[in-house]
């Protein structure tokens, strides 16, 4: 797939997500059995999407782990979204997928994992955070981000069971 000209649809990008989720779950089976950190385990899950990006010839987008775009000093570039009360705060997606700048669409995906273990009220945190970040007509275009899917991803160690859900134009859609 060239994407010179940016051009990669959503199913292009599930189809990258889904072979990236079943290369982490072969290829990292024994993180997930020792029960490590959500880091470390999205350390290994944004391998397996950088190697699909470059498999399928995504040159000009990486995965990268809570980036915080402070690239060129300014807060311009950092992402923030508004909390509860409206406040402006500032946020690092567990896993990204974007250009770093360099071509349109910029940011291609979002994602979140939690554990089962994590609190109900923290999951909706990450569920809410999605639906903002793929919203793509948003009145506030400073909290506007377009991501073009989102991913909840929910690690359950005691029944050896992954939940994946998908977010599109700040819906959940069906996986």
């Known amino acids: ?6 051009e990669i649809n959503l199913r292009n990008l599930k189809g990258m997500f889904w072979e990236a989720n079943r290369a982490f779950l072969e290829n990292h089976a024994s993180l997930l059995k020792r029960e490590l950190s959500e880091r470390c385990l999205c350390g290994a ?3 397996e999407l950088n190697k699909q990006l470059e498999k399928n010839g995504c040159n000009n987008y990486y995965a990268d782990i809570e980036f915080n775009r402070a690239f060129e000093n300014t807060i311009n570039n950092v992402k923030h979204l508004p909390d509860e009360e409206g406040t402006p705060k500032r946020v690092f997606p567990d896993i990204i997928v974007h250009s770093r700048g360099k071509v349109t669409p910029d940011n291609l995906l979002a994602l979140e994992m939690k554990k089962s273990s994590a609190n109900q009220q923290d999951k909706e945190k990450d569920r809410n955070r999605l639906r903002k970040m793929t919203k793509q007509n948003c009145d506030e275009s400073h909290y506007s981000h377009k991501y073009k899917f989102g991913v909840y991803y929910e690690i359950n160690h005691n029944e050896s069971q992954i939940v994946v859900e998908f977010y599109q134009t700040g819906r959940r859609i069906s996986t």
Not at 1 to 6: G, L
């Open 1 to 6: 797939m060239d994407t010179s000209k940016s």
């Open 45 to 47: 899950l944004m391998y």
